[in-house]
């Protein structure tokens, strides 16, 4: 008598062997894979074990064969269930009509391009996990948490496609853009569109006072809506969601808040700025905020006087890392391990606060940074914190991340 159909699959569903394994057994035992078929598999299989074990430790230590073993296993298990859909018989040929260690150079490859893809919305962040790294842990990783990761890594990177050509459309190319969250490009592009109040380009701190302005005294002009009507009909039909995504976060947060005669412009501004993008900040800008200073200090501040977004700057530049007042969770892990690669430095930041501070401010800056600094360098180079999320707990305490 047959097994039922419901059967089979409460079976599969329970079976919690790697898909390769379930793939050869369902190959021999269906007679696709024959002995000498086997036969290679297992001698391919002991030379990948080696390779591998080499790769990430050594041969001769038995915990590294065992750790390799359950490596390889996974890396073909990945290629195998990705390819096949989960087909058992498409599986088994696959076995059998290509060598084993095809199909563990597959799921390496496949890891290799997960790596490559953006952890998140930055765009032109310098550091990245080390490869060697990355593969380290996700060759011991399921399918599923591959299949998660990619899905929001290719978010990620139609995110970043859309605001590179939003961009673009304003006369800034992809070279000009760094260290920036997309979704603040994108913001800004919509918010120029919308206002209407002077040239389509990214503005900087007085254009966005002034599309507030012109905001809160006449609401979103009629011209400002035909205007992002006609961009929205030339974007790219892929990129509408994302676009879509970020205007209704300004229909419904932002310019409720515009409207609010309450809330003070000085106040609405600080409140914004941090979600568009700006052009760099130039002496024109310096009365918008109280470090009125020379205009490298208001671009490397970014016109901020806040302890956090100070604190932000004074750390990417401590770790060697270009000045940003709010860090992604990517740029902050990238803070981190580059400070424990290449130190922690107090002086450059001195140097800075003595050079190009406001003169009223350098006593108060110095002293902030001299508090933070030690502190700031016993939690980031804390080589026991293996997962960095006591690193990160003490910047999202201190500094700004989002």
């Known amino acids: 008598m047959s097994e039922p159909v419901a059967d089979r699959q409460q079976l599969t569903l329970f079976d919690q062997r790697p898909f390769f394994e379930r793939a050869l057994v369902h190959g021999v035992g269906s007679g696709v894979i024959d002995r000498h078929r086997l036969a290679s598999i297992v001698n391919d299989g002991a030379k990948g074990l080696v390779q591998i074990a080499d790769f990430f430790g050594t041969r001769y230590l038995r915990p590294n064969i065992e750790e390799a073993r359950t490596r390889i296993v996974n890396l073909v298990s990945l290629f195998l269930e990705e390819n096949s859909g989960g087909d058992l018989d498409l599986a088994a040929r696959s076995l059998r009509d290509n060598s084993f260690l095809s199909h ?34 996700w060759s011991l990783r399921s399918l599923p948490d591959y299949r998660q990761a990619l899905a929001k890594r290719q978010g990620h990177q139609l995110s970043i496609t859309v605001a590179l050509w939003l961009a ?33 380009a990214i503005p900087t701190a007085g254009d966005l006072l002034q599309m507030l302005e012109a905001i809160r005294k006449h609401g979103v002009p009629g011209k400002g809506r ?17 676009v879509q995504h970020e205007l209704q976060r300004i ?13 003070p412009l000085a106040q609405l501004l600080q409140e914004l700025e941090p979600l568009y993008h700006l052009r760099d900040f130039g002496p024109e800008d310096a009365g918008l905020f109280d470090a009125a200073a020379c205009a490298d200090w208001q671009r490397i501040t970014a016109g901020k006087t806040d302890d956090s977004s100070l604190l ?27 400070a424990r690669r290449d130190g922690f430095k107090r002086l450059p930041v001195l140097g800075l606060i003595r050079a190009l501070a406001p ?43 989002v």
Not at 111 to 137: H, N, R, T
Not at 173 to 185: D, F
Not at 251 to 263: C, G, T
Not at 375 to 399: G, K, S, Y
């Open 226 to 242: 035909k205007l992002l009507a006609r961009l929205l009909q030339e974007l790219p039909k892929s990129y509408l969601p994302v």
């Open 168 to 200: 673009e459309r304003l006369g800034v190319a992809a070279a000009e853009l760094s260290t920036v969250a997309v979704e603040s490009v994108i913001r800004s592009v919509l918010l120029v569109h919308l206002s209407c109040s002077g040239p389509l």
């Open 359 to 401: 003169y009223a401010l350098q006593d108060d800056l110095e002293t902030l940074w001299k508090d933070f600094f030690p502190d700031a360098q016993t939690a980031l180079l804390d080589a026991a914190d293996t997962t960095l999320a006591d690193a990160i707990d003490f910047l999202r305490e201190n500094c700004n991340l």
């Open 104 to 137: 563990s150079r597959g799921g390496s490859e496949m890891l290799k391009k997960l790596w490559a893809m953006p952890e998140d919305s930055s765009y032109g962040i310098l550091v990245k996990q080390p490869q060697k790294e990355f593969l380290a842990e």
């Open 251 to 263: 229909e419904s947060e932002d310019l409720p808040r515009i409207a609010d005669h309450s809330r």
């Open 312 to 338: 932000t700057v004074f750390a990417c530049l401590a770790a060697d890392m270009p000045a940003q007042t709010v860090l992604s969770k990517t740029a902050a892990r990238a803070l981190i391990r580059k």
